[in-house]
């Protein structure tokens, strides 16, 4: 062998390990931001959840409404990694409640999760659902 083959060997087991290394961060980082999408996506059906707990019943003899945006503010969570002993990233979740229509009363509920990827790329999770009152 000549010592210009040897360079070139070296060269394409250079390049064919960087490029196994680069797929594995990638895949890694693509895993991380996966079950963090996941875990953000949990936290936002809870406080989903939360709202279709509340009381709304406007037309008992004692009207009670529950369901207002004051009543679900704005809350700091921390999205959990399973299998790690870290403190996960930090999300805000916003809750917007609307009325759609009076007759019948319609509300709607919009959750939004809120967080920052490790990349500093920021990332939301929303759901979207109508509520009707309690009778």
């Known amino acids: 062998m000549t010592l210009a083959e040897v360079v070139v060997a070296l060269a394409i087991v250079g390049i064919t390990m960087a490029g196994t290394v680069m797929g594995y961060t990638n895949c890694a980082k693509a895993s991380v931001k996966a079950e963090l999408q996941q875990a953000a996506n949990a936290k936002a059906m809870e406080r989903l959840e939360a709202t279709r707990s509340a009381i709304w019943a406007p037309s008992r003899?004692?009207?009670?409404?529950?369901?207002?945006?004051?009543?679900?503010?704005?809350?700091?969570?921390?999205?959990?990694?399973?299998?790690?002993?870290?403190?996960g990233t930090l999300a805000t979740i916003r809750t917007t409640i609307a009325a759609i229509s009076a007759s019948p009363p319609l509300r709607s509920v919009h959750v939004e999760c809120v967080w920052q990827f490790q990349t500093g790329e920021w990332i939301t999770n929303s759901i979207e659902t109508i509520r009707s009152f309690d009778q």
């Open 61 to 87: 003899s004692m009207p009670v409404d529950q369901l207002i945006t004051n009543n679900f503010p704005d809350l700091v969570v921390s999205l959990d990694q399973s299998g790690t002993n870290l403190n």
